[in-house]
């Protein structure tokens, strides 16, 4: 995709994760994300964490694995109506870069809120629950499978 | 180690003396008394961070084509290269057609044809608002004024007060809350449809309908079903089959839109969809009803509002409606209308709409004035009513010939009595009719399709288009040259 000028994608959602500068954007507003959770009072560094990583997998998860279609009208008829956002990316090309980086950022995190909240082991449960529920998603043999129809129309 | 990372800590605290140090310190050390599984768990997963690091990229289609080398070579080999055109033999007739029957006059209720004044019956001017003085005169003013046009699309520099008057006039004579122009009458339902229709939906079109839906649902992407030309039965058979499919489905049913597409007055047959059936379908089925009414806008009703004016259905409640300004009105363009909600929508997708430039002011200019003689004389769509009854009741008793389409209906085709010739020995007769006929004064055309590319290609025909503005002398002239053509053609 590019910047400043019109794109020539008929989807538009295939490309934007190779748009320049995105990767240091997507970081900036989850560093931002962190630091409202730590002005938040009556909350610990490590639950700040814990609260960090749960809020982005969240709604990673909402935005990349549960929302299908585009939000815009696109040009190719609504030929990605049924697949959610994480299988528009690329054209659903497995292992690209942007799909590595989104893989590696809910790792980092979950071991950053190990790392704070001295590796508790309630935490340990509510992040790895949080990591699974955005990592097997992006499994390539998940790519387009609907687990009892759940989610497929 | 341990005690270097407790020094680190003190020596820490020392220097900043926060709480925030301190608390790293003992975290660094809750590293090293961390639960087993946790780290276990953390080592898989930095693993799997290296793992990807070293995966190359691959597409996901799961059916993909892997061809041997012999494979490809035989591929290669097989190939034919098409000509860029077409190679006609010089005999065709269609070709001879365009190379030898030339007309330099206006396309009105005569031409001038090779030379010769016929009667012009072939001719979609039904209501004879080509070269109507009125109508020219205020096109020239509209030139003179804003000059041939914007060249640009409407929502880019294409649009001028004259459209949004267009616009708004058409709305209001069809009764509807907004209508919008596009700048071609093909374009109108064949962007329309696929505005709306999208892969997954599902339509449900007449057999007979004219190339340009063709084209619009071709685009679309979507499921087709076609049930038989102008078949109620048959339609509700499919919309019963299908409502079966959406019982074992209910999740997919739902996100499923599903169309009826007809159109108006089938310009390929002459006859009328039979709307009040049509309707009740709808609602029993809940299909979204598009009709396009080319033929009928400007015909049919008592004045000329089309199919729901002929069958007393409200407008309101056929979803979308389209027409060309190319019949009727003699102008250039077509337009759509419905419910705001509905039609806003084409702003925006309609790619005819939104990627084509607007039509020349003049022209838009033109089709207001044809609007306004057709809004107060009502009694042209009379005249033109009782002439095609008329024109079809002497028709009709033609030996050799058989008139098809409503009676009401200004487009009439001639077909040959006997079904069972073949398709080219028919066309060659009905070509020699329509020559014999030329010969005569009266221009006639056989109905000409894209052979290849039909859907349903219909059975040949002559197609003879009724004008207001004949009267009975003239209508008997043709029933005449026709009759005599006939006769000739049948004994040659």
């Not at chain 2, 599984?37 to 597409?59: D, N, P, Q």
Request: overall charge negative; charged content about 20%; glycine content about 6%.
């Amino acid at each position: 995709m590019n910047v400043g000028v019109a794109h020539s994608e008929p989807n538009p959602n295939t490309s934007y994760f190779n748009s320049r500068g995105i990767w240091l954007t997507y970081v900036i507003v989850v560093v931002i994300l962190h630091y409202v959770c730590l002005s938040l009072p009556f909350l610990t560094v490590g639950m700040a964490w814990t609260l960090t990583s749960l809020l982005h997998n969240l709604i990673m998860f909402v935005i990349l694995h549960l929302e299908k279609g585009t939000p815009f009208e696109t040009s190719d008829q609504g030929r990605s109506r049924f697949l959610t956002a994480w299988e528009q990316i690329d054209s659903g090309t497995q292992f690209s870069a942007s799909r590595k980086f989104l893989t590696v950022v809910p790792i980092v995190l979950f071991f950053l809120a190990s790392f704070y909240t001295k590796y508790d082991p309630y935490h340990f449960v509510v992040n790895t629950v949080s990591l699974l529920s955005v990592l097997l998603p992006k499994l390539p043999m998940f790519h387009g499978v609907r687990i009892f129809g759940i989610n497929k129309y | 180690m341990f005690n270097f990372l407790h020094m680190c800590g003190l020596a820490a605290e020392a220097t900043l003396s926060t709480t925030a140090s301190w608390d790293l310190y003992e975290t660094i050390q809750a590293l090293f008394q961390a639960p087993s599984y946790h780290l276990v768990f953390e080592a898989a997963l930095i693993l799997w961070i290296v793992g990807l690091l070293f995966t190359k990229s691959y597409s996901s289609k799961v059916n993909k084509l892997t061809l041997t080398d012999k494979e490809k070579a035989d591929l290669v080999e097989e190939w034919q290269p098409e000509p860029l055109v077409p190679n006609v033999p010089e005999d065709d007739p269609e070709l001879i057609n365009i190379r030898t029957r030339i007309v330099d006059s206006k396309l009105g209720k005569y031409v001038t044809l090779n030379g010769q004044k016929c009667l012009n019956m072939a001719s979609l001017n039904f209501l004879a608002m080509v070269g109507k003085e009125v109508i020219e005169e205020e096109a020239v003013k509209s030139l003179k004024k804003y000059g041939v046009g914007a060249c640009g699309p409407r929502g880019f520099y294409g649009t001028v007060d004259v459209h949004l008057e267009e616009e708004e006039k058409l709305a209001q004579f069809m009764g509807t809350e907004e209508a919008i122009v596009y700048s071609y009458g093909f374009a109108t339902i064949a962007s329309a449809i696929p505005a709306y229709s999208k892969r997954g939906d599902i339509i449900f079109c007449d057999e007979g309908v004219c190339f340009a839906i063709q084209k619009g649902i071709q685009a679309s992407r979507s499921k087709v079903k076609m049930f038989r030309h102008n078949d109620t039965a048959d339609l509700e058979r499919l919309l019963t089959l299908h409502a079966e499919e959406e019982r074992k489905d209910v999740k997919k049913a739902r996100v499923t839109r599903k169309f009826l597409i007809v159109e108006g007055l089938y310009v390929n047959y002459g006859d009328i969809c039979p709307l009040p059936k049509l309707m009740e379908l709808k609602w029993k089925y809940k299909l979204r009803l598009f009709m396009d009414e080319s033929i009928s806008f400007g015909t049919l009703g008592k004045t000329g509002r089309g199919v729901t004016e002929h069958f007393n259905v409200p407008i309101d409640d056929v979803d979308f409606i389209s027409a060309s300004l190319e019949n009727a009105l003699g102008s250039f363009g077509g337009f759509g209308c419905g419910k705001s909600y509905v039609i806003d929508h084409q702003r925006l997708s309609g790619l005819g709409y939104c990627f084509s430039a607007s039509t020349p002011p003049m022209l838009s200019q033109a089709a207001i004035v044809a609007l306004d003689l057709l809004k107060n004389t009502p009694d042209m769509v009379d005249r033109l009513h009782a002439n095609s009854a008329y024109l079809h009741e002497k028709l009709s008793r033609v030996p050799g010939l058989r008139v098809v389409g409503d009676t009401v209906s200004p487009v009439l085709h001639l077909q040959l009595a006997e079904s069972d010739r073949k398709r080219a020995s028919a066309m060659a007769t009905l070509r020699c009719i329509v020559q014999m006929a030329e010969e005569e004064g009266v221009a006639l055309v056989v109905a000409s399709y894209l052979e290849k590319d039909e859907r349903h290609l219909p059975p040949p025909s002559i197609r003879l288009a009724v004008n207001c503005d004949l009267d009975e002398k003239e209508m008997d002239r043709v029933v005449e040259v026709i009759d005599h053509a006939c006769l000739a053609s049948s004994n040659s």
